[in-house]
């Protein structure tokens, strides 16, 4: 059920249908807010918590969902109807890969925006619910909305965090982490294999990560502060590389794999490089020694510039 369902019955002024619906989906998602003093607006914050820590949880692994409108926003807080859906190659933050995404409204970097709109319109539908005075009803859904975007980053710089490594808090821990998103974008760094390799690079290991980036030496340079931030904390660096491989995964399904794997099904029935596929994605963040050709970033030939809803 989506925000857009909700939006069906208000259009058509069905306050009784939207109640019922409203009342199968904490019975079905939120059970524990039945029996709140206010069961609607705790559904509202409900709804807000969860999509405010999905969007979170798809920036932190590079996803792309591609076409955010209300009917595919879940008030369940799971990803719905992805279909022109990609994961990011080289890292950058306008990236779009839908095919009827012209104006890049749903670009990585744009997706707790959209998210909150969303969410923002779920409310909308839940006033007359709220409270029998408007004005009442519109300041108690404002204040659970207000808590979307400190709701997001918290979720956020706690992931990206734990992808550079670190277990305690810092305030410019997220200034540290932006600065290697950017230096990724300015080098075209790929997203995934770039975390990857950072867990390396904190046991010591630096080839693969500065192979990652076209100038290694502005990694080095951040590198270099990165190095001073770990040294705050006694983790030895064979943990903390492990734990940073626990949530930087080695593997996810790039948009070239999945398209030879449609290829293959569809020209000559061949199902194995899909079989394959979908047996190495069961384990992302396992190392896949024997695999490299599914890990590794596309070569310029196979990059994939536009994904389409339906496949």
């Given at each position: 059920i989506r925000v857009g369902t909700f939006q069906f019955?208000?259009?058509?002024?069905?306050?009784?249908?939207i109640r019922q619906l409203a009342d199968h989906i904490i019975a079905r998602h939120y059970p524990e807010i039945a029996k709140a003093d206010r069961p609607y607006h705790a559904l509202l914050e409900g709804v807000v918590a969860r999509q405010a820590e999905l969007v979170a949880r798809w920036l932190?692994?590079?996803?792309?969902?591609?076409?955010?409108?209300?009917?595919?926003?879940?008030?369940?807080?799971?990803?719905?109807?992805?279909?022109?859906?990609?994961?990011?190659?080289a890292f950058d933050p306008a990236q779009v890969f839908s095919s009827i995404d012209e104006q890049g409204r749903y670009a990585y970097g744009n997706q707790p925006t959209i998210a909150q709109w969303n969410v923002t319109r779920f409310a909308e539908t839940l006033l007359p619910l709220i409270a029998e005075d408007t004005a009442a009803a519109i300041a108690s859904a404002q204040q659970v909305l207000d808590g979307f975007g400190p709701r997001f980053t918290r979720t956020y710089t706690a992931g990206l965090r734990l992808k550079l490594g670190l277990v305690t808090e810092?305030?410019?821990?997220?200034?540290?982490?932006?600065?290697?998103?950017?230096?990724?974008?300015?080098?075209k760094a790929d997203f995934t294999l770039a975390f990857r390799a950072l867990g390396d690079a904190a046991a010591g290991d630096r080839t693969a990560i500065r192979a990652v980036f076209a100038d290694p030496a502005d990694f080095d340079s951040w590198a270099a502060r990165w190095q001073a931030r770990m040294a705050t904390e006694a983790t030895p660096a064979d943990a903390r590389r492990t734990a940073m491989h626990a949530v930087n995964p080695a593997i996810i399904?790039?948009?070239?794999?999945?398209?030879?794997?449609?290829?293959?099904?569809?020209?000559?029935?061949?199902?194995?490089?899909?079989?394959?596929l979908v047996d190495a994605l069961a384990k992302p963040f396992d190392d896949h020694p024997d695999s490299a050709d599914l890990t590794g970033a596309p070569h310029e030939h196979e990059i994939v510039r536009a994904t389409f809803c339906g496949t």
């Open positions: 019955f208000a259009a058509r002024g069905d306050t009784d249908g932190l692994v590079g996803f792309i969902h591609g076409v955010m409108n209300t009917d595919n926003c879940a008030v369940s807080g799971e990803t719905i109807d992805y279909g022109p859906c990609a994961f990011m190659d810092h305030p410019d821990d997220i200034v540290l982490g932006q600065d290697l998103l950017d230096c990724m974008a300015r080098n399904p790039r948009n070239h794999l999945i398209e030879a794997a449609i290829a293959a099904a569809v020209t000559v029935q061949n199902f194995a490089p899909f079989n394959r």
